[in-house]
């Protein structure tokens, strides 16, 4: 009887049970993740109503929730290089859950604000440490596919909150929503005892190198691809806050859908989305990050004005493509980020890039909301307008990308096959 080689293998066939167990609790851990931060987005307007807030103020909580990850992102990164890439898991899924459901019970929007900010902390620190896991992980040959389904998650938990958000909102009111977003906190059990720790991580642990401060990251030639990727993925979350941060509001306030007449449109958001990130993914990997991001930022431009309802009979179609072409770029980005970091700084560099580029971005809910107030744009002109820009000013930083950050070299481990 032969034995398969891993080449010959169906890529699903070649990872560990104990490598399956640790992308599955990054997958579940973003699904959740992305559960607790999009109900928010869903019940922005009865919020608002109901403490009598604008919708720029109501907009300023997302902002600050994308300040605060940066913070969780960094911490969760230095954690991770010392202590392992579990333990920052665990906590921060017990963070982002424990914030989240608090908001059921809160009695001021001042309140709402408070404990919005404090889940951007435990949300930062859970992408950091659950990607790093999970690309660390997982088998050369197939990364590509991993990363666009690790990424394409969020999609899933967006489509979950939706479809609960339309069940439970109209029956008990958007704080039952919260008290649901404190079911997370019970997945560390399992990741406590069936999760393994990261091998990279335990071989960089026992080479006992030290402890590297941002300055000496620097000075090991990684300063342009901490500049690079860090401005490439802010104009990715341009596009990405663009397309999403006040689509609900669009189709309640502006198209006067109900929460049950919106939802078919949101799920067909992220089922594109999580079929576009895989795509995605699986093209960076055989044909490089550049063409996994130019056909579909280029593609989702014509599809842009259906999205905002320029063509009501259409805007089915202008959710799909917005999902598939305009969020399925994120599929690229666990993938690309991991591979371009050596293995003994690779949490806290992945943690640091992702989260300053989410940084860069995060005054782009409140400056859409303000613009629409303010400046007498519609909500279809300020969404169409941020995220078609947003997508291809990240094209056209990764036209200028340094020749280290390619995507092809890592230092310390071997590079996926390439977000």
């Avoid at 398969?4 to 640790?22: D, F, L, N």
């Avoid at 005892?193 to 401060?213: I, L």
């Avoid at 999580?274 to 431009?301: D, M």
């Avoid at 971005?361 to 909500?379: D, F, I, R, W, Y």
Wanted: glycine share 10%; net charge positive; hydrophobic share 55%.
């Amino acid at each position: 009887m032969t034995t398969q080689s891993p080449a010959q293998m169906p890529w699903w066939k070649e990872p560990t049970k104990g490598q399956w167990m640790s992308f599955l609790a990054a997958w579940i851990g973003w699904i959740l993740d992305a559960f607790d931060f999009t109900i928010f987005l869903l019940v922005m307007p009865a919020i608002a109503k109901e403490f009598g807030a604008t919708m720029t103020a109501t907009s300023l909580s997302i902002t600050l929730t994308l300040l605060l990850r940066l913070v969780g992102g960094v911490v969760a990164g230095w954690a991770s290089d010392r202590w392992g890439r579990k333990l920052p898991l665990m906590i921060s899924v017990v963070w982002f859950a424990a914030c989240d459901g608090a908001v059921a019970f809160s009695h001021s929007f001042t309140m709402v604000l408070v404990l919005r900010t404090l889940f951007g902390f435990g949300m930062g620190a859970e992408w950091t440490s659950g990607a790093t896991l999970a690309m660390e992980n997982w088998p050369e040959r197939s990364r590509g596919i991993a990363s666009g389904i690790l990424q394409g998650s969020w999609a899933v938990g967006y489509l979950l909150a939706t479809a609960v958000a339309a069940v439970v909102v109209p029956l008990w009111g958007w704080r039952a929503l919260f008290l649901l977003a404190a079911a997370p906190a019970l997945m560390v059990l399992p990741i406590r005892f069936w999760v393994p720790e990261s091998p990279d991580w335990k071989k960089a642990a026992e080479s006992k190198q030290p402890e590297p401060s941002l300055m000496s990251l620097v000075r090991q030639g990684l300063g342009v691809r901490l500049v690079w990727a860090s401005v490439l993925l802010g104009f990715g979350f341009v596009s990405y806050y663009g397309y999403t941060s006040l689509y609900p509001t669009l189709l309640q306030k502006q198209l006067g859908m109900t929460q049950q007449e919106l939802a078919p449109l949101l799920y067909l958001f992220n089922i594109g989305m999580l079929v576009g990130a895989i795509f995605c993914g699986s093209l960076a990997a055989r044909r490089g990050p550049g063409l996994a991001l130019a056909i579909p930022v280029l593609g989702s431009l014509p599809f842009i004005p259906l999205y905002v309802g320029l063509v009501p009979s259409a805007l089915w179609l202008g959710a799909l493509a917005g999902g598939v072409l305009g969020a399925g770029i994120t599929g690229v980005t666990p993938m690309l980020l991991t591979s371009i970091f050596p293995a003994h700084v690779r949490g806290r560099c992945v943690g640091l890039v992702y989260h300053v580029g989410a940084f860069l971005a995060a005054g782009v809910p409140t400056a859409m909301a303000a613009l629409h107030e303010k400046a007498n744009l519609s909500l279809s002109e300020v969404i169409a307008i941020t995220a078609a820009g947003g997508g291809v000013l990240m094209l056209g930083v990764y036209l200028l990308r340094p020749k280290d950050a390619t995507g092809s070299a890592v230092e310390s481990s071997p590079a996926p096959a390439m977000h």
